[in-house]
């Protein structure tokens, strides 16, 4: 069965600095995996997927992450991180051919210090 | 609005009440997804309806769980006697895309049921 794994359940990083969240995931064959974030009583919101074209995937509000598959992971990241970046951010995993349900991972929670 | 609405956002339910949560996908959307979201957890798949189908059911943790989508459109999650371990927020999220497809998920903002 499908899972994923995200290593630490909160990161917390000054305002500028690198944003890595960090995304594992368990299957023979390459999935399609997507990053989701979630704002306090907010639902999730899409920041980016991959399906299969470029390994590395640009989302939205300066998110990107890039698939490797000798490591099984997508991690995600952003190069520096504004105060309005703090949520808690969900990977997550579906078969290809399959219904479209998602896997989720735990989610990180991330801080942004002034 | 354009978006997957759910209601009601919050519910208090005493111990062995039965509820119903609503939710109204985005108009057009083939696909609806309901998950569980325990406090501090990820979203945890419930069920899946192909329009009014019910094609998979298999994340219901138990009979007191019921989910209908009689027209294709509006859905509704029924849980009977509820217990305290159903105390979690509830999400819908309906996609326009069938089987096969990596089709985005659209989410409602939940509905957060406290049992006491």
């Known amino acids: 069965a499908q899972s994923v794994t995200q290593l630490g359940s909160h990161v917390s990083v000054s305002e500028g600095a690198l944003v890595l969240l960090r995304c594992n995931y368990s299957?023979?064959?390459?999935?399609?995996l997507f990053w989701y974030v979630q704002y306090p009583n907010q639902g999730l919101q899409l920041l980016l997927k991959?399906?299969?074209?470029?390994?590395l995937v640009k989302g939205i509000n300066g998110f990107e992450a890039e698939f490797k598959k000798s490591e099984t992971s997508f991690h995600l990241t952003k190069p520096s991180a504004h105060m309005s970046d703090a949520a808690e951010y969900f990977c997550?995993?579906?078969?290809?051919?399959?219904?479209?349900?998602?896997?989720f991972g735990k989610g990180t929670k991330l801080s942004v210090k002034p | 609005g354009a978006g997957v609405s759910q209601s009601p956002r919050y519910k208090v339910a005493k111990r062995g009440q039965d509820v119903a949560l609503r939710c109204d996908p985005i108009?057009?959307?083939?696909?609806l997804f309901w998950y569980q979201q325990a406090l501090g957890q990820g979203p945890e798949f419930l069920t899946y309806?192909?329009?009014?189908?019910?094609?998979?059911k298999s994340g219901l943790p138990s009979d007191r769980f019921f989910a209908e989508r009689p027209e294709g459109s509006v859905s509704t999650l029924k849980i009977q006697r509820t217990q305290q371990e159903d105390s979690a927020v509830y999400l819908c999220?309906?996609?326009?895309?069938?089987?096969?497809?990596?089709?985005?998920?659209?989410f409602g903002e939940g509905s957060r049921l406290t049992v006491l």
């Open positions: 991959y399906t299969s074209a470029a390994t």
């Open positions: 999220a309906s996609s326009l895309r069938n089987r096969g497809s990596a089709g985005e998920l659209f």
């Open positions: 997550a995993v579906s078969d290809r051919g399959s219904q479209g349900n998602l896997i």
């Open positions: 108009s057009g959307h083939v696909s």
């Open positions: 299957s023979s064959v390459p999935p399609y």
């Open positions: 309806f192909q329009n009014e189908a019910q094609l998979d």
